[in-house]
């Protein structure tokens, strides 16, 4: 079934810790998001890609990284965590359509203690 | 930039009753604009949208009217129901040629039983 994936769901790590948080999608979407989102809170875009080897900083500082070397994978990089990055991380994607919503992943809960 | 502007920020209704949330836009160029639903510990999902060329779009209990001239947009939900508590976020989309979306900061909207 055509999804988002997004691994893993909660994870707790010590400050400075390095951590990935990893997206997939099987929708075959060019576009693909990273929003940063405390519970039932605004959505903050950090980063975006229009396409393989295309990423973008977003509207949230973040001290985040990005990468986009296939399609379907968009995985996002915390050098050295701190607790002010405690939060839920969404990946979305969407179709090359200015028409078209967002589809958006299960969230990945991280709490840096 | 775009701005958008949600409110209420929080909604409180007895079930059966009617509840509106409305979003200004400050773009007039703007064309898309979804509505997307987020329950409590979920992803958000689109419940409906509608598109600059349309003034009103209605599915079951859930209807978007748009108002172009003005720079608004409403969800209206009637006969609401326990299930349909959770936080909605109107986006705009399409400013600029961007795929980007702004969204509203959200409405919590609570039906009490």
């Known amino acids: 079934e055509a999804d988002i994936y997004q691994t893993p769901r909660y994870l707790v790590i010590g400050t400075g810790k390095k951590i990935t948080l990893e997206c997939s999608q099987t929708?075959?979407?060019?576009?693909m998001y990273w929003y940063q989102q405390d519970p039932g809170m605004e959505l903050h875009l950090i980063h975006y890609?229009?396409?393989?080897?295309?990423?973008e900083k977003g509207d949230l500082s973040s001290e985040s990284t990005v990468s986009r070397i296939r399609t379907e994978h968009f995985p996002l990089t915390l050098e050295s965590a701190r607790p002010s990055h405690t939060s839920q991380y969404l990946c979305?994607?969407?179709?090359?359509?200015?028409?078209?919503?967002?589809?958006f992943g299960p969230g990945t809960r991280l709490t840096v203690l | 930039g775009e701005n958008v502007e949600q409110h209420p920020s929080t909604l409180s209704v007895q079930e059966g009753d009617s509840a509106v949330i409305k979003c200004t836009y400050s773009?007039?160029?703007?064309?898309?604009f979804p509505w997307y639903k987020q329950e409590l510990g979920k992803r958000p999902q689109l419940i409906i949208d509608?598109?600059?060329?349309?003034g009103e779009k209605k599915d079951q209990r859930i209807a978007v009217t748009l108002n172009k001239t003005a720079k608004h947009f409403s969800l209206h939900i009637t006969e609401t129901q326990p299930e349909d508590s959770a936080v909605y976020f109107c986006?705009?989309?399409?400013?600029?040629?961007?795929?980007?979306?702004?969204f509203g900061r959200g409405t919590s909207l609570i039906v009490h039983p």
């Open positions: 986006a705009v989309k399409g400013t600029g040629g961007s795929y980007i979306p702004t």
């Open positions: 979305a994607s969407s179709v090359a359509s200015l028409l078209n919503e967002q589809f």
């Open positions: 509608i598109r600059s060329n349309v």
């Open positions: 890609s229009y396409g393989v080897n295309s990423t």
């Open positions: 773009d007039s160029a703007s064309n898309y």
């Open positions: 929708m075959g979407h060019d576009k």
